[in-house]
Each structure stands twice: as C-alpha cells, then as structure tokens.
C-alpha cells in the first residue's frame, strides 16, 4: 500500500506545483511598438528602446499615416523609451517618452503609436477593456507630448 501511495503523493504535488505557478501573477503582457510616419519625407534608423530594444527600424517612407509593421513582445510597460531616428537632411533627432506615469489606467494599454513628422513625435496609446462586455471598445488617446 505504500509503494502505490508514494507515487499517487508524488502526482498531487507535482500538479500542485504546476498549478501554483500558472497562476501567479505577472506585470508583464503583450505590448505592441507601432512605427508611423505622419510626414511627408522619409524617416531612418529609428529605434525605440526601454530597458532592451523594442522596436528598431531603417526606413519609414514618407506617405500620411505609412505605418510599418508592428513589434510585439511581452514586457512591463516601460517607465520611459528613448526615441532617436534621421530625417532626409541627415539630422538625428532624440526624445524621452515617459510611458508608465502618463498612460490612461482606467484602461488596458495594447499598443503605443509612435508618429514622426520629420523633427517631431507624437505618441498614442492604443487602450482597450479587459472585460467581454466591452470587446470592440478601443480607445486611442495622446500620450506625448
């Protein structure tokens, strides 16, 4: 009888174990890095970088609203983002983003919109809400400047 009890005792932690560690909570959820140029000249080397590069790209080219692909990874919202990138006359542009402390927290940030128009940069963050009930009910509000 103990040697069928071991195993049986063995399972029920093991599975105890796993269940513990699929519920613990996380900050960390998906967030996408969405790059437009809002100008109508070209935009290089933009990166978007928190504590790790999160979005980095050669050329945005110049069209209202051209957006390029999103990046999506699971993070925590970042505090801040440095932003660099090169207009078409060769200068390199660089601004702070604070994020965390600026974001809409009635909501759920998805996404955040980076819009160049040559020498500026607009931010939008791209919410939505948690509960089924509100499914299609997204919100972009400006996060910066």
């Known amino acids: 009888m103990f040697r069928t009890f071991l195993p049986v005792l063995a399972l029920l932690g093991l599975a105890l174990t796993v269940g513990g ?64 990138w090169r207009t078409a006359d060769g200068v390199i542009h660089k601004e702070t983003v604070t994020i965390k402390a600026r974001m809409d927290r009635r909501f759920h940030l998805r996404k955040l919109i980076f819009n ?15 509960e089924p009930w509100a499914l299609g009910r997204d919100v972009v509000l400006p996060l910066y400047p």
């Open 21 to 84: 560690c699929s519920t613990a909570p996380t900050a960390q959820k998906l967030l996408a890095i969405e790059r437009c140029n809002a100008g109508a000249g070209r935009i290089y080397d933009v990166r978007i970088e928190g504590r790790m590069l999160l979005s980095a790209s050669k050329e945005l080219i110049g069209h209202k609203r051209a957006c390029g692909s999103s990046d999506s990874s699971y993070m925590e919202v970042p505090d801040s983002v440095d932003v660099s």
């Open 116 to 130: 160049f128009d040559e020498g500026s940069l607009q931010v939008q963050q791209f919410l939505s809400f948690d």
